[in-house]
């Protein structure tokens, strides 16, 4: 594989933590603001269930990349960097101007990285989801 794409992948996980950062140091509104108030807060509080899966996946893609073998170990790990940052973010957001910190916003957080830690595990560790294992195993 290129070593561009490989480095890439590694840097991926960084650039996004700082994309959620800075995201989160503006107003909720500041990018996108619906004309209907509930449909609006309806998608931005969606978003929960993959901003922090998003993280969770580059750094599966990002450890895939090492030499190295990528084990359950590790792969809880990333997990719980996902979640430990997805908490950063609420506690972040909770001294943001017009933004706002829950518990519910980091638990929607918990279940987007477990739907996705359930199919990265069963594709690397439990011999289920074959096509989705054989690409994880290509990087």
Known sequence: MNILFKWGLRVLPLAY??????QSSLPS???VEL???????TIKESLHLIEFA???VLLVLAFLTRSRQF?????VACAVFAALYGISDEIHQSFVPYRSSSLFDFVKDIIGISVCFYFI???LFGGRFQR???????L
């Open 54 to 56: 998003i993280l969770y």
């Open 17 to 22: 933590m700082a994309i959620i950062w800075i």
């Open 71 to 75: 084990t359950p170990t590790l792969n």
């Open 35 to 41: 004309p209907d108030a509930s449909l609006d807060s």
């Open 121 to 123: 595990r069963g594709a």
């Open 132 to 138: 989705l294992g054989k690409i994880l195993r290509t």
């Open 29 to 31: 509104d500041h990018f």
